[in-house]
C-alpha cells in the first residue's frame, strides 16, 4: 500500500515533466505566421486605431510585406550580425511607418507600437 502511495504522485510528476517538455519543443519551433497574414493583422489594427488613407494603408502593406519578408529571410539565415540587422530593419520600417502618418496619427502610432509589435522574447529553456 505505502508502496502504491510513494509511486502514484512520483507517476503523475514524470507525467508532467514529459508534457512540458514537449509543448516547450513546439512552442520553439513554432514557424511565424505567413507574411501576408501577419501584414494584414497589422493593417487591420493600423486602420481601426489610426483611421488610415487608401495612400496610406497601400503604403503601409507595401513597407510591412517588405519588412516581414526580410525578418523571415533574416531568420533563415541566422548569422552573426543578425540581430544588428534586424534592428536596422525595425528602424527603417519604423521611419517609413512614422513619415506615411499625420502628426495625430503618430502620436497614436507611437502608443500603439508594442502591441502591434511585440519584441519575441527568447524561452527560457
Known amino acids: ?72 529571410e533574416l531568420r533563415k539565415t541566422r548569422s552573426r550580425d543578425s540581430r544588428s540587422k534586424l534592428e536596422s530593419l525595425t528602424k527603417k520600417r519604423d521611419e517609413d511607418l512614422e513619415a506615411l502618418l499625420t502628426e495625430s496619427q503618430l502620436k497614436k502610432f507611437n502608443d500603439i507600437k508594442e502591441e502591434l509589435f511585440p519584441r519575441r522574447r527568447r524561452p527560457n529553456n
Open 1 to 72: 500500500m505505502k508502496k502504491s502511495i510513494t509511486l502514484v504522485p512520483l507517476l503523475f510528476l514524470l507525467m508532467a515533466t514529459t508534457i512540458n517538455s514537449q509543448n516547450r519543443e513546439q512552442r520553439i519551433r513554432q514557424e511565424p505566421a505567413p507574411v501576408k497574414e501577419r501584414v494584414e493583422t497589422i493593417l487591420k489594427k493600423f486602420n481601426t486605431e489610426l483611421t488610415l488613407t487608401e495612400k496610406q494603408i497601400k503604403s503601409s502593406e507595401e513597407i510591412l510585406t517588405d519588412f516581414f519578408t526580410s525578418t523571415d
